[in-house]
């Protein structure tokens, strides 16, 4: 036992140390913007149309230099109405479904939790059910699926907290609850399917496989208005998050008030995922496994954790929806199959190479 | 000087009364000890005091009622050591330590902040072990580093809940003498749950014997652990000896029935 007054000359070192730390921290998450933004560049590039790369980049300079480059109809429709967009929505809906895994699996003390956690999916699911089976919903036209889809998700979320509320908002209550309205909402949903057409059943199939084909401009500014209000929230209540990892009643103990911290960063998270899936439909690994990428690089520190997911995340979605568009061209895989298929290799590198040390 | 005053102090799970009508007072650089059986209510006085749970009564700091400060206040004077030691996944010991700081940053890290987690670090001797993950520490290591969370707050009033229960001789005594120190240089005071009677007669200022909820008795170390007071809570027949200038008890035989222990 030293005094409480000594130091010696290991401070300066391990406060160094620290910062090493941070900055190696930092450094991932400039590689992963890098990354992001190569990877986004190439996908441009990439596709059933026969295009080359000089073609396509004239045609994105062309809109922001129309007197300097000159492109055409073709290449025009191709990379600002197929590709450009679908590539961002990749991206936004990719940070959007880590950083709401990233916040779900810290709040609720889970590994194993993920967007979908609180029966989020299988209440979009049902949406989205509804509107193609029996055509009903709250909004009509070509925002019919996808005002289901959300309205449900919120819906679910909605009854999750409610079950919960009943027996105090703890991890344990909001997982029990979303298992229930899971369950109910995916009963529903095979009703849906069993009275429905063939036609019916496989667009409801299809659009729970989860798909980047369904993107356009205005979805991508939605989806990121979405996520540009509430994740500066979340990163902002980062320590709060950090601190229910140590316990209820440590997190009390360090001033958070567990129960309104819990709630609103749940509601968020749905805000968040109801956005991204209901233009997307269920994209699974996404939000259970970026996390978990990211927690073995650079720890457990939300602060750190939420940005760097939401880029891991971005890039595993990408990466996913790029080779799915491609690799059988003109036929384009739905993109929630190739995550888990390109993702799965890539985590279990990581999980057996993994040796728990963070500096 | 007065640090913590407790007031006809009531808590109840439901029907189940788990304290009742407690009235204890803890001055400036004091270490009280809870005593007591499991169940007799200590634990549960630790989290009274500190919000993590809300009683009936009252409960003053520094003169000021605990009930009416916020909970951020509350953790900017009082820092508490869990039992049981979980921290989120992949987090490492700078980190867990760093955590202690939440109530005083509001989301930047200062210089300042990581200074005060490398003191404590260093205080506690645990600057070996800053670049580890928390999770592969053994538990006595744990129970350090949770200290040095609750120290890295600064607090006025450490509120420990069986700091010595995962530990080793060794470590025990390494804690007990760390958080003496702690008091008698910083001026600051402590509450511990403790079940080591020896422990808690060598670095206690005063003892709370709590019963079934309530106060038995409250006293100095050589004031309050006598046979008779062992006896009437514990169910345990013991001899009570001196050794250190300090009492020291060697438990016989339990009372109801149990088992010899010495004869």
């Not at chain 1, 968020?268 to 995922?273: A, K």
């Not at chain 2, 005063?206 to 046979?227: C, T």
Request: hydrophobic share 50%.
């Amino acid at each position: 036992m030293q005094s409480a007054h000594s130091r010696d000359t290991s401070v300066p070192d391990l406060r160094a140390e620290y910062q090493k730390f941070i900055g190696r921290k930092l450094l991932f998450m400039i590689s992963l913007i890098l990354g992001t933004i190569i990877l986004a560049g190439y996908a441009t590039t990439r596709g059933s149309a026969n295009i080359g790369v000089i073609e396509v980049y004239t045609a994105i300079l062309a809109k922001f230099f129309p007197g300097t480059f000159e492109s055409t109809w073709f290449a025009d429709t191709i990379v600002w109405g197929l590709r450009l967009h679908r590539i961002l929505m990749a991206i936004v809906g990719g940070i959007g479904l880590a950083v709401a895994g990233a916040v779900m699996q810290g709040i609720l003390k889970n590994p194993l939790a993920s967007p979908f956690t609180l029966g989020i999916s299988s209440a979009a699911g049902f949406g989205a059910a509804l509107a193609i089976v029996m055509g009903a919903g709250l909004v009509g036209g070509e925002w019919l699926i996808v005002g289901n889809a959300f309205v449900f998700t919120l819906l679910a979320s909605l009854a999750v907290y409610g079950l919960a509320k009943y027996r105090g908002i703890t991890p344990e209550t909001m997982i029990l609850a979303g298992i229930a309205i899971m369950y109910l909402f995916q009963a529903m949903t095979s009703f849906l399917q069993y009275i429905g057409q063939a036609e019916q059943v496989q667009e409801v199939v299809f659009w729970m496989m989860g798909s980047l084909g369904r993107s356009s401009w205005d979805k991508v500014w939605i989806v990121s208005g979405i996520i540009a209000i509430c994740f500066p929230y979340l990163l902002l209540k980062s320590w709060d998050i950090n601190a229910l990892g140590a316990g209820d009643e440590t997190a009390k103990s360090l001033g958070v008030n567990v129960e309104r911290t819990r709630v609103i960063c749940m509601m968020l998270v749905s805000l968040i995922t109801a956005a991204v899936i209901c233009f997307t439909g269920t994209i699974g690994f996404i939000g259970l496994v970026a996390p978990h990428i990211t927690r073995m690089v650079i720890g457990g520190d939300h602060r750190f954790l939420l940005p760097a997911s939401a880029m891991v995340g971005a890039i595993l979605l990408l990466a996913s929806d790029t080779v799915a568009r491609t690799i059988f061209a003109p036929v384009i895989l739905p993109v929630g199959i190739m995550t888990a298929f390109l993702g799965v290799p890539f985590f279990i590198y990581l999980f057996m190479r993994h040796k728990k040390e963070f500096w | 000087m007065v640090k913590i005053t407790i007031k006809d102090l009531t808590f109840s799970y439901g029907s189940n009364k788990i304290l009742d009508d407690l009235n204890v007072v803890l001055d400036d650089a004091e270490v009280l000890s809870l005593v007591g059986p499991n169940g007799s209510g200590k634990t549960t006085l630790i989290k009274c005091i500190d919000r993590i749970l809300k009683p009936e009564g009252s409960i003053l700091l520094d003169g000021k009622e605990v009930q009416s400060m916020k909970q951020q206040e509350i953790a900017r004077q009082m820092g508490y050591v869990p039992q049981s030691s979980s921290a989120p996944l992949a987090t490492t010991v700078f980190d867990t330590v760093l955590m202690g700081r939440r109530p005083r940053i509001s989301w930047r890290v200062s210089d300042k902040d990581i200074s005060k987690v490398a003191d404590t670090l260093e205080l506690l001797n645990l600057q070996e072990l800053a670049l580890r993950d928390f999770a592969q520490l053994s538990g006595g290591q744990k129970q350090k580093v949770l200290i040095a969370r609750a120290l890295a707050q600064e607090p006025s009033v450490l509120l420990l809940d069986e700091p010595t229960s995962n530990l080793d001789m060794k470590h025990q005594l390494e804690v007990m003498e760390t958080i003496s120190a702690l008091v008698k240089e910083r001026g600051i005071s402590a509450v511990m749950a403790i079940h080591d009677l020896n422990l808690a007669a060598r670095f206690s200022d005063k003892l709370v014997m709590l019963k079934r909820g309530v106060v038995y008795a409250a006293g100095s170390p050589d004031e309050l652990l006598s046979e008779k007071n062992i006896s009437d809570v514990y169910g345990v027949e013991a001899l009570v000896m001196r050794s250190l200038d300090k009492p020291c008890i060697i438990p016989l035989r339990s009372l109801n029935g149990g088992a010899v222990c010495m004869t």
